[in-house]
């Protein structure tokens, strides 16, 4: 009986052991970090107010006088800082940044949005890929602070956890004449552990430990019997 207590007891061991590791699919060192920013050559961020009742995120990479439209179709974003995997991080390629169409909520001061795939490409990793892309899962953003907060998953399927912040509007960018809308913004996201088994690894430990707690309780009663 004592091998059965021992089996149960090293199942939920080897589960907790492995819900602590990250997800074989994560392609970057946990808490790799890379900071952007619109760039220098007109980048700005554009809000409008859309039909349905939600927030527009234009991002412009650059911009057409008079019309202010983008240049790029994902515009370019430039890179500020990076750490552990992003560390020597570059703009080559230009890493680019989707507009994000934001949905009212019953919070007039929240806005939220859904997945959007390739909301980032075209970053550069050390050693590796130049042009890494990044899923949005959600975003959820606060109009009293002007923060947002994201995730998603890179290629591979690894977490990113994101935070979003606006800042100061722009008054004459490039020599253009006022733009009362646009706005500087920063951005980062960190690779994160992926506790995809965690869900699973906990029912299996709590089934193994009910297991041991049942053939325990049987135990005296087969002696007795014997």
């Known amino acids: 009986m004592k091998l059965k207590h021992i089996s149960g007891f090293a199942a939920i061991a080897a589960a907790l052991t492995i819900v602590t590791l990250p997800a074989e699919a994560a392609s970057l060192t946990n808490g790799s970090t890379v900071v952007l920013k619109n760039n220098n050559q007109g980048g700005a961020l554009q809000i409008d107010p859309s039909t349905t009742g939600g927030l527009k995120f234009d991002f412009f990479g650059a911009r057409t006088n008079p019309t202010k439209q983008p240049v790029l179709s994902n515009q370019g974003v430039t890179v500020v800082s990076g750490t552990g995997d992003f560390a020597n991080t570059n703009n080559t390629p230009i890493a680019r940044i989707k507009d994000l169409n934001l949905n009212a909520t019953l919070n007039s001061n929240i806005f939220k949005l859904g997945s959007l795939p390739g909301f980032l490409t075209g970053l550069d990793v050390?050693?590796?890929?130049?042009?890494?892309?990044?899923?949005?899962?959600?975003?959820?953003?606060?109009?009293?602070?002007?923060?947002?907060?994201?995730?998603?998953?890179?290629?591979?399927g690894q977490v990113g956890l994101g935070t979003f912040q606006l800042g100061s509007a722009i008054t004459n960018p490039a020599g253009n004449p006022i733009i009362p809308n646009d706005y500087n913004y920063t951005?980062?996201?960190?690779?994160?552990?992926?506790?995809?088994?965690?869900?699973?690894?906990?029912?299996?430990?709590?089934a193994a430990l009910k297991k041991g707690k049942d053939e325990a309780s049987e135990e005296p009663a087969q002696k007795v019997n014997a």
């Open 187 to 206: 951005l980062s996201v960190t690779a994160v552990p992926t506790p995809v088994l965690l869900p699973g690894l906990l029912g299996l430990a709590a």
């Open 126 to 156: 050390t050693g590796g890929t130049n042009n890494l892309g990044f899923n949005l899962v959600s975003f959820v953003y606060d109009k009293t602070t002007g923060i947002g907060k994201f995730k998603g998953t890179f290629a591979g």
